[in-house]
């Protein structure tokens, strides 16, 4: 061997070794993900010392459960997935706890099968898996946990459903988060905590023989798409007339209100394929059985001798179909008459109560409501800023004043020992309403405990009221990994707190776009038949139409008998909704309704030619997957990306177990809080904090009402007319591609005028579709609101006026709330009228003493 070889022989050799150890090292390392390596903190010593590490707490679940699979292919076979459907709060649990809730609708055949639900998510880098969960509950029962772990993609998992645990109906389906920071302990860093829940891969999946709807009273069984939104093909036989058109509207509000779908989306076009949506076919019987996509399944119809009203399950090259028909236009409205009527609702009893409280429970006033008829769960918690959310929907006549109290009547405990600052913090829309300190030297268990809130912060529609508290403790400054494992309870809320409305003034207000958006005003009345009004309907504007009318249907409650017109109604004719494409707008008619025609054709100048999602067309697969993850990071609206949208619309048992009774379920409520008392209460906690700031939190919120409301009416006179302006830029965007307006014109009470316009109609059907969404619809408000479709921001201009507009039949109680809401937003009227009363009162009293009593005559 030549000396060269011999040295190239020995090098190799000695290297054998160092890349065994090499190979032994990665193979110990690569099942470790990064979440479990060391934790550089304030208190990493003995993690670093080589001490032992802590195990994971095991799960808390009171059934067993396994994974099915950890990391499963988004393809099932014969399996379709069941997606949730889009809410208020989206996609995102955010915090050390957080939950949200769904009700899902089974068919019979459905509820009886073997089903197990996947749920996909991301996490935010700052979570720590290993004190961290998510919980899937269903019907209030926990059927998996799993760590959360998902900071660099999304994962998946699937858990099987206990058998008979799912009922035919309604199920309440709900996921909750348990989640601590990897390295900050402070109260500022919970809110980098979040889970983002992939709608696109969680829900129940449901094998494809019987994922498909049969029959019409299951329409809330129609399955959503991948974004919680419900896809409704509307397929108009050619000879569509104008009443047809109507009709169609109709039934797709009916479908958005018997199946609680907020987020509907309708497009105009031939039958539809797919597992996700429904087409829907209106129209006489002559016209429907010429269209082509239904010859050899009219059979399912039956014979049509008259009204047929009909849901044709789904076949390969077809969605579920339902069908309107008759031999005549009597027939038709007859048939749609049928649909109108609400199939009796079924399900368990917590699936009903998800329900009701979806997207919000609906309350007059004048009523008393706990938290577990809201959702909400008795709960007890380690963290350090505990958040529980719920809401309600308020009448869209309520005119919010501070002329009243909202008692929150709170139930739970706290131990002692918490630092300095801790606090209950209430929150309504957004904005504190009322905070309660929590003294440091004592801990407690209270019950029924007021916490005041003002009305004024609640608002016709949709309300989010929102229940934190800030439980920091001296140990948080340590911030020990190893304690965040087995920290103790520090908090409890109980479900049996109360929220006690009181009688709410009702009247009408105008113009206000949120009360539209959230109520349905001024279109919701008993025997108003508002105008929608369409010059020029083509496929797009038909689809715009319907999905707002559903959209509205959904917010309100209850359908809007909308009378569809071609020709503009005469002012005094009504409420109306005028749809119109941007290049036929005319400074004249923009003028009527508040809006700068020169303005708005200068924002609009490119855009008017301008196709819709043309550049998602230019995608590869990898830029949708990046993009699909951007959106997932960021918490986007899904539908806001009109790219994604046009791609989306191109590719063409046993009967339930009775509930409990009222006496059985309020014993068995009473007997889980009980326990829950005692054990707090055998930790040595006292209701001291209580009696002790009672009184001064009552007047601390009157003091902060009359402060917030100075502070507001001083900036918005200094502001002037430059937040006028300001806010009319954010209007006039040219990123903006829907403007909504709104104004009364015309003598009558209701005759209030709402424009929707878009630089053009295929513009106008994706802007819709972006507004549908929940969170993007809640933000619309003012008088005049613009939409930007590509990240589904809202800017709009206040009104300068209202018009009241009565909506109660007139009563002392009634006018004496709307006295004492007008005049509590009016304080130098009240103040003036306080002065005139005293010196009538005055005079009064000095005519009546002048008049009385003895007078000594001088000598």
Known sequence: MSPLAKRVFCALASAVPLLAVAAQAQSLLAPLPMSQLPLIGSAPSKLL???????????????????????????VGEAVLRHLPNNIQGFRLQGETGASEWPIYLSETQALRKLSFRIGYLSAVSVMPEASTLTVFINDVAIGETHINAPNKAEQVDFAVPPELLRPGFNAVRVSVDQRHRVDCSLAATNELWTQIDPSRTGLLIPGGDAGVRDIADIPALPPDAQGALPIRAVLPGRTSPANIERMIRAVQFISTHGRFEQPSVDVGPMASGDYGVNLVVGLYEDVAKLADLDGDLSGLGRVDGPRLALLAATPSRRATIVITGLTEDDVNRALADFAREPARKGSPEGLRAAQSFPGYRIGGGQTLRLRDLGLHSQEFSGRFF????????????Y????????????????????????ILISINGRDAVSAPLPANGGGVFKDKTLPLPLGFFRPGLNRIEIAAQVPTPEDLVCDPVKMLEAKKRFLLLDSTQLRLPDLARIGRAPDLAVTATGGFPFIGAGKQPKMFMPAPDRNSIAAAATLAGRMAASAGRPIDFRFTLTPPPEGSGATLAILDGRTLDDETAKKFGVDGARLREAWRDRFDAKASEVEEKLSDFDSRARARLVLQKNLPAACHMSKRAVAAASAAAPPEPPPTMEEAHALENDGERDLVAAWARDGVSEVFWRRTGEAISAASDGLTRITRGAWNGARHFAGGGGEERAAKRVYRPANSLVIAQVPLGAGADDIWTLVTAPNTALLAESVNCLSDPRVWRQVEGRVAALDASNGEIAHLEPGSLRFVATQPLSVSNLRLIAASWLSLNSLAYVGLALLAALLFGAATFAFVRSVGRRQECD
């Open 387 to 398: 958040r529980a959310g719920f809401n309600i929907v308020l009448p869209a006549d309520f």
């Open 400 to 423: 919010p004043a501070n002329y009243a109290k909202v008692p929150l009547n709170l139930s739970g405990g706290y131990v002692a020992g918490l630092s300095r600052g801790a606090q």
């Open 49 to 75: 010392a080589g001490a032992p590490r802590p195990s994971p707490p095991p799960p808390s679940n009171k059934i067993d459960y396994t994974p099915v699979s950890a990391i499963l292919d988004p393809h």
